[in-house]
């Protein structure tokens, strides 16, 4: 069974770092495209974050120059480096998988796993 999990979330005060884990299980995720996304209350599931197999990674505009997502394919962990955290960042955190790594995917319905989520709170 393909487990997806996430960990590392938690509340911080803005200006506050975090970094983000998600641990895949039950398949190596070799080849495989990554993605962090987020949900706030009220709000649409909103892309973060993606990584290809190989090539660029890609943010929402928002994040650009605060976050990094990166991948350890030896560990099949993907991770979201959060740094200058602010209180619009606040939401509940998903990692997602999907088998075509050619590239980068901003669709949430374009990918083939997702975690449960972890929550990230930024105060102010």
């Known amino acids: 069974q393909v487990q997806l999990v996430e960990s590392g979330g938690g509340s911080v005060q803005a200006g506050g770092s975090l970094r983000l884990s998600c641990a895949a299980s039950g398949r190596t995720f070799t080849g495989y495209a990554m993605g962090w996304f987020r949900q706030a209350p009220g709000k649409e599931r909103e892309f973060v974050a993606g990584?290809?197999?190989?090539?660029?990674?890609a943010y929402v505009d928002s994040v650009k120059g605060r976050f990094t997502i990166s991948r350890d394919s030896a560990r099949n962990t993907l991770y979201l480096e959060m740094n200058s955290l602010k209180p619009e960042d606040t939401a509940v955190y998903y990692c997602?998988?999907?088998?075509?790594?050619?590239?980068?995917?901003?669709?949430?319905?374009?990918?083939?796993?997702w975690g449960r989520g972890t929550q990230v709170t930024v105060s102010s």
């Open positions: 997602a998988a999907r088998s075509d790594g050619r590239g980068v995917y901003q669709n949430w319905t374009q990918y083939d796993f």
């Open positions: 990584i290809p197999w190989i090539g660029r990674t």
